[in-house]
């Protein structure tokens, strides 16, 4: 749970600085250091072919001596050998560097999305996705190119050692080609942002959809939701056809300035021949030495698209990983006692401008039974949300056992807390994995929660028993089958404190009384029980009753002093 904060002081989409991912990437400088050494080395021994060819043109034509030509020829093929060497040592290293990159960010960006979407953060982005773009780039052309980059004046002064007039042609041509590859960056960096954000639109609305097939269905949505996703869709298109239009236009201006390049330099460099001031091998190498000079930036320009959605996925995992970082060692507890204190508790929503629950205080002792009533929109399970610390937007404290819920481990405490949402989540599994909550497999405990939930003698007349899959969010089995799975999840292992948010609303008679006989046990062994109620036939079995009403507790007392029909 964070502090709740109003829409002026919401932090910014995007941060001055990414500092955690920033950290994460600063740790490979020193293979960074190594791809540089070796970039070097590359790019000093491009220079070969070219001074290769001077000696063919310049001394091997003219002196016509088959030993020069061989020694040449075999010292040219070392060093073109070493250089393909050092350029497959640095990929390599760029690679290693990017799987370790992403072992090393992969669990935070987890932990990250999945707080994200527990808040409906707008920092919810498909984070994976976006990592898999940046670790692409990451080791691809792209990043080589910056690499190749500082070379340029290498290859511009090496032109100018041969004839002035090539060095200032040489120059010419990067600056247009660099303003170019800038003016280029501008006009097409907001369009592919905006076909990317179309794309992720589209596909969320989908996705959606695509979970509520049965009601789109049953209730002739489909056409309508049709044509809310064709619009979409057409407008995701569009937003990619401007973005390749553009990316097009870039492309063949830049092939256009590369052809003219070569053209001129050629025309130059056998206009200096003619006049004597340049020799026939100097012409053909100057022409060499352009491309080599100009090669990193024409690449940074064909990879520009790849350059800007790496950008783009650098600030969206940034962003989350620095409002949801790593939060450190947590309190952990070999016992729970259940034991629960509400200070001053206020929970938001985003998307409400009164408060949902305003400035709460009350004190439960371990094993207690307590049940929470009042009309709909009260605030009754936003309360019991923020008891087991999973509301994302709050104020003041709830404290378990003394300690703020928010600094509890996750991991420690859940195996102690029982929750029975009042919307059912299953998970696509088999009915034993679903109970044990996908950890080790107990097959007492599970036994044990299946019987005390009084769905034993359902589960086993599945087909596979507790080895039948149940679907994706168990669609294959009824809501009462479903309420009850949840309920023997909730209580599976015996947990310490038990939250259940309209436990019977879809039960019979018979589940009902399962239900009643699983909080009696619950309540007998001592453990610290809260029942959101709408339906308050169960409230006999609490010891005392919320009653809440706008946001805040009306009441609470012993049952005996709460009119059950009140």
């Known amino acids: 749970m964070s502090q709740a904060m109003s829409s002026a002081q919401m932090p910014p989409l995007r941060p001055a600085k990414s500092s955690s991912l920033t950290k994460n990437l600063l740790a490979f400088k020193k293979e960074f250091f190594w791809v540089g050494v070796f970039s070097m080395v590359a790019n000093l021994l491009t220079l070969s072919p070219t001074l290769y060819m001077l000696q063919i043109f310049d001394r091997v034509m003219l002196s016509q001596s088959d030993l020069t030509l061989i020694m040449l020829t075999l010292i040219i093929t070392i060093f073109v050998a070493t250089m393909a060497f050092a350029e497959w040592i640095r990929s390599r290293l760029l690679v290693r560097a990017g799987v370790r990159f992403d072992e ?131 407008a995701h298109s569009h937003a990619h056809w401007l973005a390749q239009e553009r990316a097009g236009q870039t492309a063949a201006f830049s092939k256009f300035l590369q052809y003219t390049q070569q053209s001129i330099v050629l025309a130059l460099g056998a206009w200096l021949a003619i006049r004597g001031e340049l020799s026939l091998g100097g012409m053909i190498a100057s022409n060499v030495l352009m491309g080599n000079a100009l090669r990193p930036i024409g690449i940074l320009v064909a990879t520009w698209k790849e350059f800007a959605q790496a950008r783009q996925s650098y600030r969206d995992i940034g962003t989350l990983l620095d409002k949801y970082p790593d939060r450190g060692r947590l309190h952990e507890a070999d016992r729970v ?129 507790y080895d039948t899959p149940i679907g994706q969010a168990g669609k294959l089995l009824s809501g009462g089958q479903r309420q009850r799975l949840a309920l023997a999840r909730a209580i599976y292992g015996s947990p310490d404190l038990v939250v259940l948010d309209e436990p019977n609303a879809n039960l019979d008679d018979v589940g009902e009384a399962a239900l009643a006989r699983a909080i009696r046990d619950l309540k007998e062994a001592g453990k ?39």
């Not at 371990?366 to 994302?392: D, H, M, N, Q, Y």
Request: with cysteine; proline share 3%; net charge neutral.
């Open 104 to 234: 090393q960010l992969n669990t935070r960006i987890f932990l990250a999305s999945f707080e994200a979407n527990l808040e409906q953060s707008r920092e919810n982005v498909n984070a994976f996705s976006a990592l898999t773009r940046l670790r692409q780039f990451l080791t691809g052309n792209g990043i080589i190119a910056f690499f190749d980059l500082p070379w340029t004046p290498v290859y511009l002064g090496v032109l100018f050692a041969m004839h002035p007039l090539l060095g200032w042609f040489g120059i010419g041509f990067t600056l247009v080609l660099g303003t170019f590859a800038f003016v280029s960056s501008k006009l097409t960096s907001k369009r592919l942002e905006k076909a990317v954000a179309a794309e992720t639109e589209t596909n969320t609305y989908l996705a959606g959809k695509l979970r509520n097939t049965e009601a789109v269905e049953a209730m002739g949505m489909l056409g309508s939701l049709k044509r809310r996703w064709l619009m979409l869709y057409r």
């Open 337 to 465: 006692y259940g034991q629960i204190v509400l200070h001053q508790l206020s929970a938001f929503s985003p998307q409400r401008e009164k408060t949902i629950l305003d400035n709460i205080s009350a004190r439960f002792e371990p094993g207690e039974t307590i049940g929470i009533v009042g009309p709909s929109g009260a605030g009754k399970s936003t309360l019991a949300r923020c008891l087991i610390g999973i509301w994302p937007t709050t104020s003041g404290k709830v404290l378990l056992d003394g300690v703020d819920i928010r600094d509890w481990s996750r991991e420690a405490l859940g195996p102690h807390i029982g929750y029975l949402p009042q919307d059912i989540e299953l998970f696509d599994g088999t009915v034993a994995e679903n109970i044990c909550r996908f950890g080790t497999t107990d097959s007492e405990a599970i036994l044990d929660a299946a019987k005390r939930a009084d769905i034993h003698d359902m589960i086993l007349r599945l087909p596979a028993g």
């Open 528 to 566: 610290t029980v809260f029942m959101v109620l709408h339906q308050r036939n169960l409230l006999s079995l609490a010891d005392r009753v919320i009653v809440m009403s706008e946001g805040q507790i009306e009441r609470l007392d012993s049952i005996s002093m709460v009119r059950l029909g009140s």
